[in-house]
C-alpha cells in the first residue's frame, strides 16, 4: 500500500499553515475543504488499487457474478484504512 496518511497529521496545524502559504490561501476553513477533499482522493485512488487488484477474475468457463464482483470491490478497502 502507498504511504496513506493518518487524518491527524494530515489536517495538523503545520500542515494546514504550510499549505496556506504555500498557496497564498488566508482562509482556514477554504484551506481545510481543500484538504479534506485531497485526503479523500487519496483514500479514494488507493481503495480503487486495492478493489482492482482483489477483485475476482474467473476464468473463461466461470464467470464471477454480479453479486460476487460487488461484495469484492466493497469489500475490499477496509473503513480501518481511514484514520
Same mark, same amino acid.
Given at each position: 500500500? *502507498?504511504?496513506? +496518511?493518518? /487524518? ?7 500542515? @494546514?499553515? #504550510?499549505?496556506? %502559504?504555500?498557496?497564498?490561501? *488566508?482562509?482556514?476553513?477554504?484551506? @481545510?475543504?481543500?484538504? =479534506? +477533499? %485531497?485526503? /479523500?482522493?487519496?483514500? @479514494?485512488? %488507493? /481503495?480503487? #488499487? @486495492? /478493489? ?5 477474475? =474467473? ?8 453479486? %460476487? ?15
Amino acid at each position: 500500500m *502507498s504511504k496513506i +496518511r493518518i /487524518a491527524d497529521e494530515f489536517f495538523s496545524a503545520e500542515n @494546514v499553515t #504550510k499549505y496556506m %502559504e504555500k498557496n497564498k490561501i *488566508s482562509s482556514i476553513q477554504e484551506t @481545510v475543504v481543500i484538504l =479534506g +477533499r %485531497e485526503f /479523500a482522493k487519496l483514500h @479514494v485512488k %488507493e /481503495a480503487l #488499487k @486495492v /478493489a482492482l487488484e482483489d477483485a475476482p477474475t =474467473g476464468s473463461s468457463t466461470d464467470i464471477p457474478s454480479y453479486e %460476487e464482483m460487488e461484495d469484492a470491490i466493497l469489500n475490499a478497502y477496509p473503513l480501518e484504512n481511514i484514520k
